[in-house]
C-alpha cells in the first residue's frame, strides 16, 4: 500500500511496526488501514465493490448477532 519506514502514522491510525525497527510488518489499525482500502476499492468497478459488500454482508449475517452496528462509510458509500 506504499507505506515504508519513513512513513509517519497517520492521524487516527497506526501502522504496526516488525520490533526493534520501524519497518511496517503489515499491520495496519483504524485511519492507517482505511486509507489502503480505498486505494484498492477505488480501482475497482462499482459492481466489483458492490459484490465485496453483498458478500460481507452475507457472511455478517451468517452469525447470527442481530444486527450490524458499527460500520465504515466515506465518500460515495450513500450510492450503494
Known amino acids: 500500500m506504499g ?11 497506526v501502522i504496526r511496526r516488525r520490533k526493534g525497527s520501524e519497518e511496517p510488518d503489515g499491520g495496519l ?12 476499492f477505488g480501482k475497482l468497478s462499482s ?5 465485496i459488500l453483498k458478500a460481507g454482508t452475507e457472511l455478517y449475517a451468517s452469525f447470527a448477532r442481530g444486527g450490524c452496528h458499527h460500520g465504515h462509510s466515506g465518500q460515495g458509500s450513500e450510492l450503494l
Open 47 to 51: 459492481a466489483e465493490n458492490v459484490a
Open 3 to 13: 507505506y515504508t519506514a519513513a512513513s509517519k502514522n497517520p492521524e487516527g491510525g
Open 29 to 40: 489499525e483504524e485511519a492507517a488501514f482505511f486509507a489502503s482500502l480505498g486505494k484498492v
